[in-house]
Nanobody, 121 residues
Framework: VQLQAFGGGLVQAGGSLRLSCAAS????????MGWFRQAPGKEREFVAA????????HYADSVKGRFTISRDNAKNTVYLQMNSLKPEDTAVYYC???????????????WGQGTQVTVSS
């Protein structure tokens, strides 16, 4: 499966962005999907994950209550709605696919290219 993320940009603290990740190739609805992020000088970290049907979601504590992951299997797309953004959310955001809930990099089978999110204070 090929993944392409987009929707990043520059936003002020407190603002919102919605990231999208479009999938092509093998059956998108067969995969659990997730979002990770990597800030300069830091390791890639888990942000949010959603099961293949969308019935289960999981979030990093740092984004819980502010970010929402969702998916539309008819459109082969997964979304990350980010609200109340903070400067510490600044990072390159990557979408990911796997056969189980992708809550760790070791569970990711496919990566998309990153999209930069910058939150100014």
């Amino acid at each position: 499966v090929q993944l392409q993320a987009f929707g990043g940009g520059l936003v002020q603290a407190g603002g919102s962005l919605r990231l999208s990740c479009a999938a092509s190739g093998r059956a998108f609805s067969s995969y659990a999907m997730g979002w990770f992020r990597q800030a300069p000088g830091k390791e890639r970290e888990f942000v949010a994950a959603i099961s293949w049907r969308g019935g289960r979601t999981h979030y990093a504590d740092s984004v819980k209550g502010r970010f929402t992951i969702s998916r539309d299997n008819a459109k082969n797309t997964v979304y990350l709605q980010m609200n109340s953004l903070k400067p510490e959310d600044t990072a390159v955001y990557y979408c990911a696919a796997g056969l189980s809930l992708v809550v760790h990099t070791s569970l990711v089978g496919y990566w998309g290219q990153g999209t930069q999110v910058t939150v100014s204070s």
